[in-house]
């Protein structure tokens, strides 16, 4: 990751993210936790089975404090390539030595038994086995195409353009608590993710201590290749 932080206000001004009176990352925060907040959620879940069963509804609100208006942290191409490629070897060994190893083993072991008992009975469960393999074979050759790609592309200088730019804050939840009517608030330490080509806020990771980027709950802007079936095997 990247914590230059000329190049993160640079990719602000780019944009037009930089308001005097407003901060629009700050007000979409807002409002993709007033839609998506897992403690909305869990609030509004409770209100309606209170509600369904005789109770009142709980009244809460959610809101931002502590919002750090300089990103922590911006997210390149080139890092998200790094951890596809990651993600993919480890994906893709898991996928051949367990369903690959599968296959042949099945397929060793119906040939044995039409060596001993004949194909009659076991000829077409080798042919299934064999379609399975090929099948299998196709998906893994994929996963290797992809990560071969990934490998040509992820070092290019375009790819240290930026695609997320996180943002830290504290998420603040109150409500009235449905047995003591008492006013709680509770307090989350919380990381946005801006996304830049989309303008938009598009996760939030909330209740975390610190730091660690989530490229699982991001869109990759990898496009990955599309299965083909008669292309020969290459090995990762």
């Given amino acids: 990751m990247k914590k230059n932080l000329m190049l993160l206000m640079l990719c602000l001004v780019s944009i037009g993210m930089i308001s005097c009176k407003k901060d629009p990352i700050k007000e979409a925060t807002e409002r993709y936790i007033k839609a998506n907040s897992i403690h909305v959620h ?8 209170l509600n369904t069963h005789g109770g009142n509804k709980i009244k809460f609100t959610v809101n931002i404090i502590d919002w ?8 390149t191409i080139e890092d998200f390539y790094d951890y596809e490629l990651k993600s993919r070897i480890k994906k893709a060994n898991e996928y051949k030595l367990h369903t690959l190893h599968s296959d042949s083993s099945r397929i060793a072991r119906y040939r044995k038994d039409i060596r001993i008992m004949g194909e009659d009975y076991f000829k077409s469960f080798l042919d299934n086995a064999l379609q399975d393999q090929k099948r299998h074979m196709a998906v893994y050759k994929n996963m290797v195409d992809n990560i071969n790609l990934i490998k040509e592309k992820q070092h290019l200088p375009e ?6 730019l996180v943002y830290e804050f504290t998420e603040r939840l109150v409500f009235t608590h449905p047995t003591s009517k008492e006013k709680v608030e509770r307090e989350y330490h919380c990381y946005s993710y801006a996304n830049l080509k989309q303008q938009a806020v598009t996760y939030v990771d909330e209740g975390e201590d610190s730091y660690t980027p989530k490229f699982e709950e991001l869109i990759s802007p990898f496009v990955e290749q599309e299965l083909h079936e008669e292309d020969e095997l290459e090995l990762i």
């Fill in 42 to 49: 869990e609030m509004t879940a409770i209100s309606s089975y």
């Fill in 68 to 75: 750090n208006a300089t990103p922590i942290d911006t997210i």
């Fill in 159 to 164: 790819n240290s353009e930026p695609v997320y």
